[in-house]
C-alpha cells in the first residue's frame, strides 16, 4: 500500500528482508522507478525497509506497479 509523507511524498514499507531485496530488484530493473531506502527502527529487526518516491511521484502509478508485484 502507498502511503503519503508531508514532506518526502509517496512511500512503501517492507516488513522482511527477502521482500525487501525482492522488490528492490523489481523496481530498479523491471520498472525503471528511483526511491530513496530508509530502515526505520520498528522495521530493523526483521530487516524492513521504507521506499520514498519523492514528492513528483504519482502515488496511483506507484500502487499499480505495487499491485502487479507478486513476491
Given amino acids: 500500500m502507498v502511503f503519503i509523507d508531508e514532506l518526502s511524498g509517496p512511500y512503501i514499507r517492507v516488513s ?4 525487501a531485496d ?3 530488484d523489481l523496481l530498479s ?3 525503471d522507478v528511483l526511491y ?3 530502515s526505520p527502527q520498528d522495521l530493523k529487526e526483521d530487516g524492513g ?3 520514498y ?8 502509478k506507484l500502487q499499480e ?3 502487479e508485484i507478486e513476491i
Fill in 49 to 51: 525497509k521504507e521506499y
Fill in 29 to 31: 530493473d523491471k520498472y
Fill in 36 to 38: 530513496e531506502m530508509k
Fill in 65 to 67: 506497479i505495487l499491485d
Fill in 16 to 19: 522482511v528482508w527477502n521482500d
Fill in 53 to 60: 518516491f519523492g514528492s513528483v511521484a504519482d502515488p496511483e
Fill in 22 to 24: 525482492a522488490l528492490e
